[in-house]
C-alpha cells in the first residue's frame, strides 16, 4: 500500500526573516516539498541579505514574495491572498527583531503585515527563532516570545550548541528535518492532548561477561514511531529505550537503558504517573545467572563454558499489577498463530490490550502488520510503515481510554 506523503495537500507560507539560518531554509523549503506540501515563500529584505529569493525561487518551484507593494496580484493585496489560501505560516529563520514586531502586532513589511492577517483559527503560526544567544536571554526577547505564545503563535525550539558568531548556548534554529516533522504533528489529531504516555522499546542487553551479552533482533523502530505518534496527538511521552541507534523523536524524553532489569527499574517509578503504558521492547526473558567481573578466556583444552539463566521480571505484568496503574497496551511478537498467542498473553498478563505482529516479519523493517486483540474481538490494522501504524494503534487506543476526570 503507498501511503500519502505527511503533508499532502498542505500550503505552507514560509517566511524567511534576516540571519544566517536562512541557509537552513533552502533545506526546508525542500524537506516540506518531499513531504507533500506546496510552499509560498516570502522573504523580508533583511533575509534577502543571506540568501537569494532566486534559490528559494527554485527550491519551492514558485515566485518569491518580498514586498507589501507586489503588483502582482490583481487585487494588489498579497498578504490577503497569501494567508487565505495557506494552512499554516511558519516563519524559519524567525529574528529577534521580527519576534518584537510580531510580539507588537506591526505590520510595515508583508510577512509581518500577512502573519497579523492571517485567519487565526485555521492557519496557524509557527516561529522558528535563530539568533545569538545573548539576544536570545534578553528580557525584552524573552518578553515578547511570552507574548507571541500567549496571542497563539507555536514557537518551535531553538536548539542550543554551537552559533555562527563562535559562541555557544541556546538560539540556533532547529534542523530542517526537524521543523519539517513539527509541521507534521501539528496537524495530526491530539487525541491524547493532556495524556502522559510512557513506552518502552528495542531489545535488552543480558551480560554474559563485560564483552559479551544475550540480545535479539529488535530494532526500536516500534517502539519510537509509538512514542512520535503519542507525542504528535499531544501526550507529554517518556521513552525507556534499550540499545538502539535512533533519534529521540520530537518533545519526547528519553531515558536509555540496557538490562531487563534497568528497564524494571526505570519504569516501575514512573508508571503511576502516566496514563497509558505501551510495553513495545523485546525483553530478554532469562540472563545469565551471575554475569562474569572479567572477560573469560578461551583455555585450550578446556571444555565451552554453561551458561544458567534465570528469569527476568515481567514488566508489563507488574505494571498492570500496580494500584491505580496505567492502561497497559502489551506487544507479543510471534512466529505463528499470532491471535491465539495474543489472547493468551492477554490474560496471562491482565491487560486490556494486546497488539500482535510476526517478530521474524517485523524485527529491523519500516513495516509491520498488526492485529489488536482485547476482549471485544480482534481487529487487523493492515500491512503499512510503522509511523502509520503507530498512529492508528494511537487512535486505537485514545479510544479506549476512561475520559479525563
Ligand atoms: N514484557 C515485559 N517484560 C518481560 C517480558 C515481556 O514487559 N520480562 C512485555 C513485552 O514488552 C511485551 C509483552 O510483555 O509487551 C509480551 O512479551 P513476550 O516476550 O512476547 O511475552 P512472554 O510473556 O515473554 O511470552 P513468550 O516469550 O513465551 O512468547
Known amino acids: 500500500m503507498t ?34 506540501a506546496t510552499v509560498q515563500v516570502v522573504m523580508t529584505e533583511g533575509a534577502e541579505r543571506f540568501i537569494t529569493a532566486v534559490t528559494m525561487q527554485a527550491l519551492s518551484n514558485r515566485p518569491v514574495y518580498t514586498s507589501q507593494w507586489d503588483a502582482r496580484p490583481d487585487n494588489a493585496m498579497a498578504h490577503i491572498n497569501l494567508t487565505r489560501e495557506a494552512d499554516a505560516v511558519l516563519v524559519a529563520p ?22 497579523v492577517a492571517r485567519p487565526t483559527e485555521r492557519c496557524a503560526l509557527l516561529v522558528a527563532p535563530a539568533m ?27 536548539a542550543a550548541g554551537d552559533q555562527a558568531c563562535g559562541e555557544v548556548g541556546d538560539g540556533r534554529m532547529l534542523e530542517a528535518a526537524q521543523l519539517c516533522d513539527a509541521l507534521i504533528a501539528h496537524f495530526q489529531p491530539k487525541r491524547l492532548a493532556g495524556r502522559r504516555v510512557l513506552v518502552t522499546a528495542g531489545p535488552t542487553y543480558e551480560a554474559i561477561d563485560p564483552v559479551r551479552g544475550l540480545t535479539n533482533l529488535s530494532s526500536g523502530k516500534m517502539g519510537f514511531a509509538i512514542a512520535r505518534a503519542a507525542a504528535e496527538a499531544g501526550a507529554t511521552v517518556t521513552l525507556v529505550a534499550g540499545p538502539v541507534a535512533l533519534a529521540t523523536p ?18 516501575l517509578p514512573l508508571a503511576p504517573t502516566h496514563d497509558v503504558f505501551v510495553a513495545t521492547a523485546a525483553v530478554a526473558d532469562w540472563r545469565p545467572v551471575d554475569a562474569a567481573g572479567q572477560k573469560i578466556k578461551k583455555v585450550a583444552g578446556q571444555a565451552a563454558p ?3 539463566l534465570v528469569e527476568n521480571p515481567d514488566i508489563l505484568a507488574a505494571v498492570a499489577a500496580l494500584p491505580g496503574h496505567p492502561y497497559c497496551v502489551g506487544f507479543a511478537a510471534e512466529s505463528h498463530d499470532v491471535e491465539q498467542h495474543a489472547r493468551a498473553k492477554l490474560e496471562r498478563k ?15 523493517r519500516d513495516d509491520n502488520a498488526l492485529l489488536l486483540v482485547d476482549a471485544l474481538g480482534t481487529r487487523a490494522l493492515p500491512h503499512a510503515d510503522k509511523l502509520t ?14 475520559s479525563a476526570p
Not at 533545506?27 to 513531504?35: H, M, N, Q, S
Not at 524567525?94 to 502573519?115: E, N, P, T, V, Y
Not at 520530537?250 to 519504569?267: C, F, P, T
Open 3 to 36: 501511503q500519502l506523503p505527511d503533508l499532502q495537500g498542505r500550503h505552507i507560507v514560509l517566511g524567511l526573516t534576516g540571519g544566517i539560518a536562512c541557509y537552513k531554509a533552502a533545506d526546508l523549503a525542500r524537506e516540506l516539498g518531499k513531504a507533500g
Open 94 to 115: 524567525a529574528s529577534a527583531d521580527f519576534i518584537a514586531k510580531l510580539a507588537q502586532g506591526r505590520a510595515d513589511d508583508l510577512l509581518s503585515l500577512l502573519c
Open 132 to 158: 545569538n544567544r545573548e539576544m536570545w536571554a534578553h528580557p525584552a526577547t524573552r518578553r515578547n516570545v511570552v507574548q507571541i505564545v500567549a496571542d497563539g503563535a507555536v514557537v518551535l525550539g531553538p
Open 250 to 267: 520530537m518533545g519526547v524524553a528519553r531515558i536509555d537503558v540496557k538490562s531487563a532489569r534497568e528497564m524494571h527499574a526505570a519504569v
Open 306 to 308: 554453561s551458561l544458567v
Open 350 to 364: 491482565k491487560v486490556p490490550l494486546i497488539v500482535g505482529n510476526l517478530g521474524p516479519a517485523t524485527f529491523g
Open 389 to 402: 501504524l503507530a498512529r492508528q494503534l494511537v487512535g486505537e487506543i485514545a479510544q479506549r481510554l476512561p
